[in-house]
């Protein structure tokens, strides 16, 4: 029997959650994706600080020596280049996520990252823009895609975020199912069945209502706590797993089965809760306010993710310091 990684291969492109290089060229995925988080633990690796020196010189070769954001931007860059060079597919590189509620400011720092990635000679066509499903951010996503920028839109927590990202036009959404579950366990649920967990019914939801509508945004489930949520989502466009469920996967030669299909998706009307039409941005706001859950999630991912870049920050600041 082949393991439960290979099965889910079939019908599942499998992404690394991980800025670990040598575990994503152990692993041998199709993609990888990184963010703030992941770049601060990688930062802080001794094996991999020969990335930010050359974050340093690429950033003083533009003229732009001791701009921190620069360096910062070019670090997440570099780290880019180096996870492409150990797969065949994508790799997502998120926007400040202190940005997140500007979408101009979005913009420009996207056009940034990519100016940065053609002076290291990265094809366009590999990288996905990562920003907060925030109404800014799924703004910044249609300028940004309309310019030929693919993007991944991340911390989606409701139907609403992934159908606004998804008639923006953004390339990729990424769900999350951890997270969502553990707001709802801390609240008191419990969860006796895979198919009663909330993060599993959230990426199955947002997967019928994109395929129902024929929107071609991939969704890619994320920020799984157990190997039981992928298996419940085999099927998805898109997985992005840790290392740690993408070994347990790999050693489990049990039997798995597809849990979702596109193909057997029926087209849907809409109910009345989603909108046919595009939604604006009053509804977008409201619905996101009325939906304490995503809401909370949302607004605490940003400032996970904003505090990691601070860190990165500091920690370029000390070292050029010792330097």
């Avoid at 975020?161 to 953004?170: S, T």
């Avoid at 400032?303 to 010792?322: M, N, P």
Wanted: aromatic share 4%.
């Amino acid at each position: 029997m082949i393991s439960k990684r290979q099965q889910l291969e079939q019908w599942t492109t499998v992404v690394a959650d991980t800025g670990d290089l040598e575990r994503i060229a152990e692993l041998r995925p199709h993609d990888a994706t990184t963010n703030p988080s992941l770049l601060l633990a990688a930062a802080r690796d001794e094996r991999y600080r020969h990335l930010l020196d050359q974050a340093r010189e690429l950033a003083r070769e533009l003229g732009h020596e001791g701009d921190l954001t620069w360096c910062t931007d070019a670090f997440a860059c570099v780290a880019g280049q180096a996870v492409l060079s150990h797969i065949p597919g994508l790799v997502s590189t998120e926007v400040d996520a202190r940005l997140s509620f500007d979408t101009a400011a979005t913009v420009a720092k996207a056009r940034r990252l990519m100016a940065l990635y053609r002076e290291l000679e990265v094809p366009a066509e590999r990288v996905l823009i990562k920003t907060a499903a925030t109404w800014e951010g799924i703004q910044a996503a249609r300028i940004l895609e309309e310019e030929g920028v693919r993007c991944n839109l991340t911390l989606v927590f409701s139907a609403e975020q992934a159908l606004a990202a998804a008639e923006a036009g953004a390339t990729l959404i990424s769900p999350f199912v951890g997270r969502i579950q553990d707001w709802h366990v801390k609240r008191g649920l419990e969860i006796t069945d895979i198919n009663q967990d909330p993060g599993v019914q959230s990426v199955r939801e947002i997967f019928h209502l994109l395929k129902g509508r024929g929107l071609d945004t991939i969704v890619m489930g994320a920020s799984f706590r157990n190997a039981a949520q992928i298996e419940a989502l085999a099927g998805c466009d898109r997985l992005t797993i840790s290392p740690a469920l993408l070994g347990e996967l790999a050693e489990d030669d049990g039997a798995l089965s597809r849990c979702l299909d596109p193909d057997t998706v029926v087209p849907a009307e809409p109910d009345g809760a989603l909108p046919a039409r595009a939604l604006n941005e009053a509804r977008f706001r409201w619905s996101l306010n009325d939906n304490p859950m995503a809401c909370d999630l949302l607004s605490d991912g940003i400032r996970r993710f904003a505090a990691d870049q601070r860190a990165l920050e500091s920690l370029l600041t000390a070292e050029d310091i010792a330097a």
